[in-house]
Structures are given as structure tokens and as C-alpha cells.
């Protein structure tokens, strides 16, 4: 198999050269077919600098792997590596062969775009109304709620969907569907009336026969897919009813015992906000939680509820609030002076999504029925409500309208080659935290946990000049920490850049103090994540998302570059294409823009920018020249070489990296195998060029074996790790690597399917107390694979 300009660099410890095994007795035929079973195969002779091809990349003779004859390739350029700083001038250190990274680099297809299109910014859509169109007290809310919310939250005035729901919400007893962009206010859209109808009954207690406290009854229940969602809504509601006390609310999330969360159930709540497992828990197992008076059932982010499959979790919870609901219309229709005058004659059932999938309008089948349909338009807002919700998806169908992102957000795509990944990541970065001030937080989105963990000690690693003593003190750097210096990305002018870490894999409590330092940080910062941030998540001040890895589907994608360009304010999002089968994603991305233009990028213009060699370090490099110390790199190339080169030389030396960097390839090709079946043209595992890819993770090879445990594993033994290497050896044929990755793209699915079969049964067939705790288990175990493939 050819290798692509990728050449293996096997070392032999000593401990592997074992001493010659002498061969006595038997014929000597035998003995020497036993000798030469033994010796060590020659390698090919590797061909002289002279008689390597020219470096030049040349797209018509580029061969994408798989796709070509490997014959008909130029031959490869082998490149000694250069000398880095940390290298002696007269080092005997034997040179190694490596792979260009501005070599044999496929080349993007799409033709470019007009770079004018930079300028264009259209107006925000998500952004409050101006003043005087709407207030909240225009719309219903009571003159207290309306003035705590400009005092307390700085809110003065409502964003379209927030209008239109908060209308609907406190004049009809109606479920609603409501679909809005990210960042448009959603979650005050169904609070603010829900909290409103509730105060009023303390308003008018005088009249009641009973007191409105905390154990008055539950009337609110909000369900979220994630525990941080959950965090948040929760945390919003504490907001909102800071000055009503007298009005509790609190969450069943899970990550902490069952038996505080029963003791907070037992106290008496009126408003709950809890994932869709944890609350079939405790309606199964808390006799406590009493839902016979609840009243709203609110379903947020609904399309990632079913996803996440809590479809069969959803219809339990749905069945009992049915079974439970002890109030009737009867009963609440003319009972003047009773608690339940101001509350809903029916349970309002409120499903909220960003987007418009299928598996949203199923949630809305089980859960609504004859749903308005709410949306935020451009239109007379007398025109956004009052279709049914089944009209109105219809109609939304028949625009085939996939989805669409806040106007003013500006996104861009760049294409770059799979060798050039970390080093464009690198510059891209190095570019955006250059002037202190210009960018504040950005997150990084990839495909897997491994990946977010290998790139934040990439980013975090300490480079000899960047850091001081003084400022490892400040944050440092462990094994267990998600937060760190950014060191290797920092720069004199913006010497205080942190870099923080996010994923599934993570315990609840250091996660969840992770996004609470990410965004209460005063300094830049940089936060690396799997999908388990992309939803729902309000995270301030977000001013550039870059999807390293894309999406596994196009609503993952809306929600991602959601983070930024919230309620009216400016955003960036930025989006790694590969050239090839990924550029057809370009199209994709261009649907969900509903102002302005999609703005191309290239790799070479990003290292230019982000490896550009300023006037100090030329002059500085002119000064070492001269006392014959190391020169330094000379342009954005050998710069970039420098910065690939150094990562490349820690994943060798430190057995550690080397771990997590091949984790971290074999995790995200399999990841990769996991994008929706329908977008999979365009991420093709099987299109992947593998030994490119290698190096995006420093790796110089890529790792032989692929199969079942993903690593291979670092045994200590001469046997384990000849036998591990001559496995490894086998996969890089190429039928063996395709077989390989074949394995890969079944297992990743089957393990996926198995995860989504799991949690839909067990988490609702639960009985008896050890079969709850099965199922919790389980529950945990899948979601967290769940949330890092993010299942579409
Ligand atoms: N009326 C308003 N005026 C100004 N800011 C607002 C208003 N309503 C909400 N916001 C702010 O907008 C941001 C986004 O709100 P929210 O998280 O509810 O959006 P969302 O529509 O649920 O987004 P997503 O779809 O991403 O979950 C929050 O920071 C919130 O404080």
C-alpha cells in the first residue's frame, strides 16, 4: 500500500532487540528457515533526496486514497525535519523523515468566492423589539413581574417569539408548539406567562381558601434532555422569582443522591425542572411527588428529547400526569375564591425547539393536541399565531426550509486539507486572540471526548517562552483539569488566554463548574467540547464558534453556531471542510443563512495570518543569525512546520500524549462513522485519508489498530508490543484499513442503536427498586456515549 507521503517510523526499544537465539539439533534445512523466520524483514530502500519528486503539490496529480491509482502517484517527497529552537546547532540527534505538511495536499474543488462579501452584516432577527412596538406589560404581564424584569434582568423589552408566546400563554388554555432561532428568549417566552398565572393567585389569596406556598401543589413541570439545561432554566426561574419568595421551584436532574432530591420533593415545590429518566424515577419510586395538579408540562429543546430517546420516558410521564391530573374542567370552571381560579381548566402541554425536525412533530403528536403553532417572523405578529400546529408544520414542510440561523451571525467556512488541521485550529486561533479585546470566548466544537481532551493538553501545553512562572501559578495545568493556561496559543499582547475543556465523559459537579468558569471568566477564553454544549446552552459573550469537526447533522450545526449571536447581538462561526466529498456540505451550510452571505476561507490564508512572522521576531531572528545560535523560522510555512513539528516531537517523547493522541484519532474516525445516514456522502468514513489524518493528531503514523479497543495497548511486555506492532502492521494494508474502518463504522452504529434501544425500554420499564437502579445505570452509562455521538 503506498503510504502517501506518510512514512512509518518504527523504533525498537532495547528492550525488544532481544540477543540471537542459537539453533542446535535437527537438519540444517530446518535451521535455517527457523533463522530466517527470525530475521528481521529488509525495508525498501528509501529512496536519496535526489530522487525524491519535486515538492510541489500538483492538484491534477493528487490521488485521494481510495479513490485512485495508487501507481499513477508522484512519488513522495520525504522532508528531513528541521531543527527546532530547542535543537543544538551540532546535534548528533539523527535527522527523522516526515511527512510536508504543504505537500501531496488535495485541493479544494469549490471555486472561490468574492472576499467582499466579509462586509456585509444584516440586521439581527433575534434581537428585543425596538421600543415602543411591544412591552411586557403591553402583552399581559403584570406591572411587578414587568419592572423586575427591567431592574433585575435589564430586560426592556420582549424579542418577537416572546410576544407572540407570552400573549398566547396567559390568554389560552391552548398547548403551543413553539419554534424560534437560537438565542431569541425562548425559555422566557414560556416562563414569564407560567410564572404570571401562578403569582396571580397569590395576588388574589385574600379571596382563597388556601395560601399560596410551596405546598399549595406542583403546577409546572419542565423537562430538559441535558442536566445543564436543566441547570440553566432553573437558574432563570430563580431570576425571575427573586421577589417571590412565597413561589418555589427546583430540579430532579440527577448527579446528586436520590434521597436529597426526595427530601426536596417532600418539602413541597411548585415548579419543577427535571430530565425526562430522573423524573420517571421519582414518579415510580417518590410516592411524595404528587402530579395531580400540575398544569403545564413544557418540553424544551423537544427535537433532542427524542433523539436523545426519551420518547418512551416522555409518553410515561405524559400517561401519568393523565392518570394523575385530579382536577377536571368541572371542578376549576367557576371556582371563584379557589386556588385554581387563575390556572389553566386544562394541562398545557408546551413543546419548544429550535428546529423543525421530525422527530420534533412526533414529540408533538404523543404530547399536544390541537397545538398553535408559534413562531417568530418578520411578519405582523397577528400573523404569527393562531395556525394549528399540524397547518403550520405542513406549511413549514412545504418550504423545505431545513433551518435557519440568527441573520446577523456571520459564517464563513474554511477548507482545509486533513494534514493541515492542527496547525490551522492553531492559527485560526492565534488570529483571533491576537489583540486583546477584539474576541473575548470562542468554543470549539469536535467530534468526540478523546479528541477534546488531546487538543486541550495540545493547547494547554507549556512552550518554553510563552509562559512565566508567575502565571503557571495562577491556573495550573494536572492531568484532571479542565482549565488551563492556553500556552501554547498565548501571545505577549493577550498573555492570559484560558482554555477550558467539556464532554460527556466528564463527572456531573466538575462539569458543571467548568461552564460556570468558562462563563464567568473576565479574561479570553477558549472552550473545547463535544455537542454536550451545543444545546440550549446560554453561555455569555460568545463571540466566535469554530466547528473543528462538523456536525453530525445540519441541526446540530444550527444549534452549535447558536451560541453565538444571541438576542440581537454579534457572532462568528466558522466551520472546518475538508476538500473533496465534504465541500457538498458547503450548500448545507448556505441554507441556514438567512441574511448575508456564507464567506469562504482558505487554509493558506488563515497560517499566513495566524503564523505570520512579525518585525521583533525578524529582527530577533537576525540577531541569533549573527551569533550563530538557531535562526528561527524564516516565514508562515516554516512556522507552521515549527508549531507541527513540536507537537509532533511531545507526542513521541511523552508516552502519555502518544496515548491520548491515538485515542484521539481512533475516537474521532469513529465518530466520524456516526454522521446521519443521509449526510453521509458527504463524510464518508471510507473517504477519509487516513494517514493525512494521522497528522492533524501529531501522529506520524496512524495507528495500526483500529478494531475492538480502538488503541493499541501499551503492553509492556517484548511479546505484547512486537504482537501489537505486527497487528498494527496488518491493518495498514489498505484492504486491512478499509476492514478496519468497515469494523469501526458497525460497531460505532450497533453500539449507538444498542445505547438508544437501552435507554428507551429500560428507562420506563423499571420495576422494583433493582431494576430502577439498573436502569439509572444504564441510563448513565448510554447517555454519555448518547451525547458524544450525538444521535441523529
Ligand atoms: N427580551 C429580551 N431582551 C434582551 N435579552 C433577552 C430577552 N429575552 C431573553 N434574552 C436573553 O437572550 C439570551 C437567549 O435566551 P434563551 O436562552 O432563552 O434563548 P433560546 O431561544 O432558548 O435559545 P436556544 O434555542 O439556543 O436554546 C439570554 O441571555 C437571555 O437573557
Not at 413581574?145 to 418577537?160: C, E, F, G, I, M
Not at 413541570?221 to 418555589?248: G, K, M, N
Not at 404569527?384 to 440561523?405: H, Y
Request: charged share 25%; with cysteine.
Amino acid at each position: 500500500m503506498a503510504d502517501d507521503g506518510m512514512l512509518v517510523n518504527f523504533s525498537l526499544s532495547d528492550e525488544i532487540i532481544r540477543s540471537k537465539p542459537v539453533f542446535k539439533g535437527g537438519r540444517w534445512r530446518d535451521r535455517l528457515s527457523a533463522k530466517r523466520s527470525l530475521r528481521p524483514r529488509q525495508p525498501k530502500p528509501t529512496p536519496t533526496e535526489n530522487e525524491t519528486s519535486p515538492a510541489t503539490s500538483h492538484p491534477a496529480e493528487h490521488v485521494v486514497e481510495g479513490t485512485g491509482d495508487p501507481l499513477s502517484r508522484p512519488r513522495k517527497r520525504q522532508k528531513l525535519e528541521p531543527r527546532s529552537r530547542s535543537t543544538p546547532k551540532n546535534s548528533n540527534v539523527e535527522k527523522e523523515i516526515i511527512s510536508s505538511l504543504f505537500t501531496y495536499n488535495p485541493s479544494a474543488q469549490a471555486p472561490a468566492e468574492n472576499p467582499q462579501q466579509d462586509e456585509q452584516i444584516a440586521e439581527p432577527s433575534n434581537a428585543p423589539l425596538p421600543d415602543g412596538i411591544e412591552t411586557f406589560t403591553s402583552l399581559g404581564l403584570s406591572p411587578t413581574l414587568s419592572s423586575h424584569l427591567l431592574t433585575k434582568l435589564s430586560l426592556k423589552s420582549p424579542t418577537a417569539i416572546q410576544a407572540s408566546a407570552i400573549r398566547q400563554l396567559l390568554s389560552d388554555d391552548d398547548d403551543a408548539f413553539i419554534q424560534a432561532e437560537t438565542g431569541s428568549g425562548k425559555t422566557l417566552a414560556y416562563l414569564l406567562p407560567i410564572v404570571q398565572r401562578i403569582m396571580a393567585i397569590s395576588t388574589k389569596r385574600e379571596n382563597s381558601a388556601l395560601k399560596l406556598d410551596r405546598k399549595a401543589g406542583l403546577f409546572a413541570i419542565i423537562l430538559s434532555p441535558t442536566r445543564e439545561l436543566a441547570s440553566q432554566i432553573s437558574h432563570v426561574l430563580s431570576l425571575i422569582l427573586a421577589r417571590t419568595p412565597f413561589i418555589v421551584a427546583s430540579t430532579v436532574i440527577g448527579g446528586e443522591k436520590l434521597k436529597s432530591e426526595k427530601s426536596r420533593l417532600r418539602k413541597g415545590l411548585n415548579i419543577l425542572v427535571a430530565t425526562p429518566g430522573r423524573l420517571v424515577d421519582h414518579l415510580d419510586n417518590t410516592e411524595v411527588l404528587d402530579v395531580s395538579q400540575v398544569r403545564w408540562l413544557v418540553l424544551d429543546e423537544g427535537d433532542r428529547l427524542m433523539e436523545l430517546g426519551f420518547e418512551k420516558a416522555i409518553q410515561a410521564i405524559v400517561e401519568r400526569l393523565e392518570k394523575g391530573n385530579k382536577f377536571t374542567m368541572e371542578q376549576t370552571e367557576g371556582a371563584a375564591g379557589s386556588l385554581t381560579e387563575f390556572l389553566p381548566k386544562r394541562r398545557v402541554t408546551i413543546l419548544c425547539s429550535a428546529t423543525m425536525k421530525l422527530t420534533a412533530q412526533r414529540l408533538g403528536e404523543i404530547s399536544l393536541k390541537d397545538a398553535v403553532y408559534l413562531k417568530a417572523e418578520p411578519k405582523p405578529l397577528s400573523q404569527t399565531s393562531g395556525n394549528t400546529s399540524s397547518e403550520a408544520l405542513a406549511e413549514d414542510n412545504s418550504e423545505e426550509k431545513a433551518f435557519q440561523a440568527p441573520s446577523q451571525l456571520k459564517q464563513s467556512y474554511i477548507i482545509v486539507p486533513p494534514k493541515q488541521r492542527l496547525v490551522s485550529l492553531a492559527a485560526l486561533l492565534k488570529q483571533t486572540f491576537a489583540r486583546r479585546g477584539s474576541v473575548m470566548k470562542a468554543i470549539v466544537f469536535l467530534s468526540c471526548a478523546d479528541s477534546v481532551d488531546f487538543h486541550f493538553e495540545v493547547f494547554a501545553r507549556d512552550l518554553d517562552s510563552t509562559s512565566t512562572e508567575e502565571s503557571k501559578k495562577i491556573i495550573p495545568t494536572s492531568k484532571q483539569s479542565t482549565m488551563s493556561l492556553c500556552q501554547s496559543l498565548t501571545s505577549k499582547i493577550n498573555p492570559g488566554l484560558i482554555i477550558y475543556r467539556l464532554h460527556g465523559s466528564l463527572p456531573q459537579p466538575v462539569r458543571k463548574s467548568t461552564l460556570q468558569a468558562f462563563s464567568q471568566s473576565a479574561d479570553p477564553a477558549i472552550l473545547l467540547c463535544t455537542d454536550v454544549a451545543s444545546r440550549g446552552l446560554d453561555l455569555p459573550n460568545i463571540d466566535l464558534v469554530i466547528e473543528y469537526d462538523p456536525p453530525f447533522s445540519t441541526d446540530d450545526h444550527l444549534h452549535r453556531i447558536g451560541r453565538t449571536a444571541r438576542a440581537g447581538k454579534a457572532g462568528r462561526a466558522e466551520c472546518f471542510i475538508m476538500p473533496g466529498a465534504e465541500e457538498g456540505y458547503i450548500e448545507v451550510l448556505k441554507e441556514g443563512i438567512a441574511g448575508g452571505k456564507l464567506i469562504r476561507h482558505d487554509a493558506e490564508g488563515i497560517l499566513r495570518k495566524g503564523f505570520a512572522i512579525d518585525k521583533r521576531a525578524k529582527s530577533q531572528k537576525a540577531e541569533n543569525n549573527k551569533n550563530g545560535a538557531d535562526e528561527g523560522p524564516k516565514d508562515w510555512e516554516e512556522a507552521a512546520t515549527e508549531y507541527q513539528l513540536d507537537v509532533e516531537r511531545w507526542v513521541i517523547s511523552d508516552s502519555r500524549a502518544g496515548e491520548m493522541a491515538r485515542r484521539a484519532y481512533v475516537s474521532h474516525v469513529r465518530a466520524y462513522a456516526t454522521h446521519v445516514s443521509h449526510e453521509r456522502d458527504m463524510f464518508d468514513v471510507k473517504s477519509l485519508h487516513l494517514g493525512h489524518l494521522a497528522k492533524a493528531f501529531a501522529l506520524r503514523e496512524r495507528p495500526g489498530k483500529m478494531g475492538r479497543g480502538g488503541v493499541a495497548k501499551s503492553s509492556s511486555s517484548t511479546r505484547g508490543r512486537k504482537q501489537d506492532r505486527e497487528e498494527g502492521k496488518r491493518t495498514i494494508g489498505k484492504s486491512a484499513s478499509k476492514k478496519a474502518i468497515d469494523v469501526l463504522a458497525t460497531e460505532a452504529s450497533s453500539s449507538l442503536n444498542r445505547s438508544r434501544r437501552e435507554v428507551n425500554t429500560d428507562a420506563v420499564v423499571s420495576d422494583g427498586k433493582d431494576a430502577a437502579r439498573r436502569t439509572r445505570v444504564k441510563m448513565k452509562e448510554h447517555m454519555a456515549v448518547a451525547s458524544e455521538f450525538n444521535i441523529g
